[in-house]
């Protein structure tokens, strides 16, 4: 038995006919006996009759193939694709390149799997990966050195990405500010310093780091300072770059009881010009809340 393919032309049109068919012979003649018409079936399964009447072995392709290592991609893929929709990485650098796809990687990995470098290298390497992420970015060579060498590649590009994002984000009305420290098991930190550590490890070397969010908590800016400075001595920076480097002169800056003390506030931001009858005012959080004038105040 054999599958023969008939073509007839009728009105121009050609019509195509397969068939199953079996060859015998009548004395010295050679017939064609058709079995059935196989012009229904879709071609693979077409296909799949013909091989076998060839005499070749049809198994399923699964049971020829073993599945040595899925990686989880979905989260990977719809993180990675909101971080395009919002244009992030043109924000880190215009032009395409190898750190700025390990600093994506870094943002990506920071929010799906929150780890050191050492481990985010790991979730990255082809051998050791836990997601696509290395694949997609193109950065599964990626070791630890190469992270921490893409964050000094990132350093001074800082000023340039804060500025856009206050651009783009923040205007002439409220931010919210905060501080926050992370202690080092290490000594050889410029910065690092023993201070009032909020994570109770006493002895340890910090670093305290201030925040700086528009009014839906999108980050605009981060400055570190010295692990031993206080809470509201990072305050006067802060301000200070509201005016002097995203051009604010009416803001709401709202932050905690212990950022903004009265003694701060007479005794550092009167320095730079705002005192509470000029443009911008100061009290304390509760104090604002209640009041009626909570355009023209800063908490």
């Not at 019509?15 to 010295?28: A, C, H, K, P, Q």
């Not at 073993?66 to 989880?72: A, D, I, K, N, Y």
């Not at 023993?194 to 305290?208: E, F, L, T, W």
């Not at 604010?248 to 705002?274: C, F, H, K, P, Y």
Request: glycine letters at 8%; proline letters at 3%; aromatic letters at 4%.
């Amino acid at each position: 038995m054999h599958v023969a393919i008939t073509r007839r032309t009728y009105k121009g049109k050609v019509y195509e006919t397969v068939l199953l068919r079996r060859t015998y012979r009548d004395g010295e003649k050679v017939k064609h006996e058709t079995l059935g018409n196989l012009s229904h079936l879709p071609p693979e399964a077409i296909d799949a009759v013909r091989r076998c009447l060839k005499g070749e072995k049809l198994v399923e392709a699964q049971s020829q193939f073993e599945c040595v290592r899925s990686l989880p991609h979905g989260h990977v893929a719809a993180t990675l694709q909101v971080l395009r929709s919002l244009d992030l990485e043109k924000v880190i650098a215009s032009r395409p390149s190898r750190e700025r796809d390990l600093v994506c990687a870094m943002i990506v990995s920071r929010i799906v799997a929150p780890g050191s470098k050492l481990a985010t290298s790991c979730r990255l390497a082809g051998q050791t990966a836990e997601t696509s992420l290395g694949e997609l970015l193109e950065v599964d060579n990626a070791c630890e050195d190469d992270l921490y060498e893409a964050m000094d590649w990132l350093l001074p590009r800082q000023a340039r990405i804060e500025n856009e994002l206050a651009e783009r984000h923040l205007d002439n009305t409220l931010v919210l500010y905060d501080v926050t420290s992370t202690y080092f098991e290490g000594t050889k930190r410029p910065l690092a310093k023993r201070g009032h550590n909020g994570d109770k490890k006493n002895g340890k070397s910090q670093i305290v780091i201030g925040l700086l969010c528009n009014a839906e908590g999108c980050p605009i800016s981060v400055e570190v300072f010295e692990g031993n400075t206080g809470d509201p001595h990072t305050v006067t920076s802060q301000v200070s770059e509201l005016r002097k480097r995203f051009g604010l002169e009416r803001v709401v800056v709202v932050g905690d009881r212990g950022n903004l003390t009265e003694a701060r506030i007479r005794e550092n931001l009167q320095s730079l010009g705002l005192v509470q009858k000029q443009t911008l005012a100061f009290t304390t959080l509760d104090r604002w809340c209640n009041s009626t004038h909570r355009g023209t105040w800063i908490a």
